[in-house]
């Protein structure tokens, strides 16, 4: 696989803060996209990267969510359900843009734009290790965090 270096992105955080891909670099870096706060698939896939974040941050990994709802209800998600990491807010997509996981799904019958849930690893020098596209939410954490141990 070609060494593929991710773009500096910026986007808000929860916690009032900002998250800026250039100043995470040192650590190696899980960002997973998903759907929708609230929803039980994503609900789930948060759960288990929060149970799992203590193993994140011994192998010195941070972990991002990001979707595309606002702050508010990302903040109202990392409170309710206890997440130990930051959700950033991509309301515009352009990081969702950015690592292409924007796709048109059916919902209902109907065509709808919306998140592939995906998952990417980066090193701590901010090169993209592994991706995952369309995963499942029950154990992914737990196939991210044995990839996570062999960087």
């Given at each position: 696989?070609?060494?593929?270096?991710?773009?500096d992105?910026t986007?808000?955080a929860?916690?009032?803060?900002?998250f800026?891909?250039?100043?995470?670099?040192?650590k190696?870096?899980?960002?997973?996209?998903y759907?929708k706060?609230n929803t039980?698939?994503?609900?789930?896939?948060?759960?288990?990267?929060?149970d799992l974040y203590?193993?994140?941050?011994?192998?010195?990994?941070?972990?991002?969510?990001?979707?595309?709802?606002?702050?508010?209800s990302h903040?109202?998600?990392?409170?309710k359900f206890?997440?130990?990491?930051a959700?950033?807010s991509d309301?515009?997509e352009?990081?969702c843009e950015q690592?292409?996981?924007?796709k048109?799904?059916?919902?209902?019958?109907k065509q709808?734009?919306?998140i592939?849930?995906?998952?990417f690893?980066?090193d701590?020098?901010?090169?993209l290790?592994?991706?995952w596209?369309g995963?499942?939410?029950?154990?992914?954490?737990?196939e991210v965090i044995?990839?996570?141990?062999t960087l």
């Open positions: 696989m070609p060494v593929q270096v991710v773009a992105f986007l808000p929860t916690g009032g803060g900002i800026n891909l250039a100043a995470a670099c040192g190696s870096l899980v960002i997973y996209f759907p706060d039980p698939g994503c609900t789930m896939e948060s759960q288990q990267f929060r203590t193993e994140f941050q011994k192998a010195g990994c941070e972990v991002v969510g990001i979707s595309r709802d606002s702050l508010k903040e109202n998600f990392k409170a206890g997440l130990p990491f959700l950033l309301t515009e352009t990081v690592f292409g996981v924007i048109l799904k059916n919902m209902y019958g709808v734009r919306g592939e849930r995906s998952t690893v980066l701590k020098h901010g090169v290790r592994r991706e596209r995963v499942k939410a029950d154990g992914h954490a737990k044995s990839f996570v141990k």
